[in-house]
């Protein structure tokens, strides 16, 4: 596990900016951590490293926002309100595969709430800190630590 402490709100957004700009096409981020502690604004940074000019703003009436404008496509989904057959519904496995929609990053607001999980993923866990304010704690899951997306940690971390 990789711990970084993100002292405001521009640390927790650059952060996000590294990764939209190294994970390859096919990454998950699945983000956990306790109301505001800086989700929403780490997907921003995403979004501002791959190159995303729309707003970023988390899902509420639509359940997935679709960002294909940048160097990969951007999904962003927030589980806060949804029910875990709802979270089923979606079928989020064929934005991991690429099934019938081009491979990019899905990043998920309370991952935690997932019913079932990708092969490999970011786990991103934000939390609240005595000394420095906020931390993020970053474990890769599966092969997500080899290859280019090991590559990409690497720069990153
Ligand atoms: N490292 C940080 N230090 C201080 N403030 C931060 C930090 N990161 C984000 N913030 C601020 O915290 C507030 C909440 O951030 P944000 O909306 O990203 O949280 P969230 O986890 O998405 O919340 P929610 O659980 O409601 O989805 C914002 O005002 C943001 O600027
Ligand atoms: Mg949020």
């Not at 096409?25 to 940074?45: H, R």
């Not at 934005?95 to 491979?103: A, I, N, P, R």
């Not at 899905?106 to 079932?116: N, S």
Request: proline share 5%; with cysteine; charged share 20%.
């Amino acid at each position: 596990m990789t711990t970084l402490f993100l002292t405001d709100a521009e640390a927790t957004r650059s952060l996000g900016v590294k990764l939209g700009k190294f994970l390859p096409a096919g990454s998950v981020v699945l983000l956990e951590g306790d109301l505001g502690a800086g989700k929403t604004t780490l997907i921003q940074g995403i979004g501002e490293g791959l190159g995303i000019e729309d707003a970023i703003v988390s899902p509420t009436f639509t359940l997935i926002n679709e960002y294909p404008e940048g160097r990969i496509p951007l999904y962003h989904l927030d589980l806060y309100r949804l029910e875990p057959s709802q979270v089923e519904a979606l079928n989020l496995e064929s934005y991991w595969d690429g099934v019938e929609c081009t491979l990019g990053i899905v990043a998920i607001e309370w991952a935690e709430r997932l019913p079932y999980k990708p092969p490999s993923y970011l786990h991103l866990c934000l939390k609240y800190d005595a000394k420095s304010g906020r931390k993020a704690e970053l474990v890769s899951v599966g092969r997500f630590d080899c290859g280019a997306m090991g590559q990409a940690l690497s720069e990153i971390l």
